[in-house]
Structure formats: C-alpha cells, structure tokens
C-alpha cells in the first residue's frame, strides 16, 4: 500500500473512533438524564441525624390516611433532624382515583408544591376519592395552592409524569413493596403491627439516631 492510502486510512480510523466515543458519551449521559427525570425526589427535613424515614403510599388507600396524622407529628417533631420521604405506589386495582390523585402531585411538584398536594389529598381523601369527577376537585386543589394552572394541566397528562409514578412502584416492588402503606427507615422495611402511634415511630427513630450516633457506629451495619 502507498503512504498516502494508509494516511487517509488512518485519518479515518482516528475520525472512526472518535464518532463511536462522542455516540457512546451521549448515550451514557443521555440515559443517566433519562433514569434521573423518571426517579421521584419528594422530601422535606435535612436529616441531620443521618436517618430517613420512607413511606411508599397510595392517595386513595385508607390506611395511608390513617397514618397520615401520625406522619404529620413526626415530620413536626424531629424537623430537620431526619429526612422524610415518600414514594409512589397507587394500587391500580383497587383504588381506580389513586393515579389521578399521584397525578396531580407529581404536576403540582413541578412548581414545588407536592407536599402541599400531597397533604390537601390525604385530608380531604373521603370526599374525592368516590367521585366521578376528580379531575375537576384536583383542578380545585390546584388553584387552591396557587398553581399556575395552565402548566399544571399542562403537566398531569404527561408520559414522563405517569413514568416517575410507575417508576415508584417499580422500585418498590423490588424491596418487597405489596400494600401500602410501607416504611423503610434508613433501608430497613418497617412492620406496620408495630407502628399505630407517633410513640411508636419515635421509639424506632429514636434508637436510630443512638445507634448512629455511638462512637462505632461507622463500623456497623445498618440495622435496628
């Protein structure tokens, strides 16, 4: 072969690889933007204590209302001593208003209202969740909070906002998540038969935040 062929071969070989890194770049970082946008983020408190507290719940469960109260005094009691979050798990099945009601939080987080939606939800559950008409009683919750109401229906209807739902309940489903509600404090699933009562939750929190803060905490596993 000439050297001038071989030239333009290596040229393209160089120009080759080049492209194939570029593409393989993008594709990473495309799909890293990808899981990030359908990954909720729905929390409040700093966790200063290094604990948080996650709640996978479903808008129309009544059960998830009960608790309700009680997640209310606990957020109130520890502030931004732990983190609280919450997840998305409506029950399809069972409660057919669930996803208009994750629906209309998720729209609402896009103007930093979800926990302001999610609390309107939760204390008015009984006179929304049989209704024939829930759009219009959420589009009423919407203007409530002062939403800008156009990119709020703009928002509830999207592909991308019923991912970040499934997206929830997928996760969920994978650390034995079934009913609802379920919580996990720092990473370990709690039993319900246990927690009726802010007393209850505090016990638990409580000796989280002991054991993290002993002098060898950070040689132990997490466990409670």
């Known amino acids: 072969m000439d050297k001038k062929f071989l030239a333009i071969l290596g040229v393209i070989i ?7 890194f570029v593409t393989k770049r993008s ?35 009544p059960a998830c209302a009960g608790y309700y109260p009680i997640i209310k005094q606990i957020k109130e009691k520890y502030g931004d001593d732990i983190t609280f979050e919450f997840k998305h798990f409506p029950i399809d099945s069972i409660h057919p208003n669930a996803r208009a009601g994750h629906r209309a939080a998720e729209a609402a987080s896009n103007q930093g209202k979800f926990f302001e939606m999610h609390d309107l939800l939760y204390e008015n559950q009984q006179s929304w969740s049989p209704s024939t008409n829930i759009k219009a009683i959420f589009d009423s919750y919407a203007t409530q909070l002062g939403l800008d109401i156009a990119k709020y229906n ?34 370990v699933k709690l039993n319900n038969d246990e927690l009726r009562s802010l007393d209850q939750f505090s016990s638990l929190i409580d000796t989280e935040i002991a054991r993290l803060a002993a002098p060898d905490a950070a040689s132990e596993t997490t466990g409670l």
């Open 14 to 20: 160089i120009a080759f690889a080049g492209y194939m």
């Open 27 to 61: 594709s990473t970082e495309n799909g890293a933007n990808s899981t990030a946008a359908t990954t909720s983020n729905h929390r409040v408190g700093a966790g200063n204590k290094k604990v948080t507290l996650l709640e996978y719940g479903d808008f129309q469960c």
């Open 154 to 187: 703009a928002d509830f209807p999207t592909e991308l906002t019923n991912e970040i739902i499934n997206s929830d309940i997928t996760e969920g489903k994978s650390k034995g998540v079934s009913a609802t509600p379920t919580f996990f404090l720092n990473g």
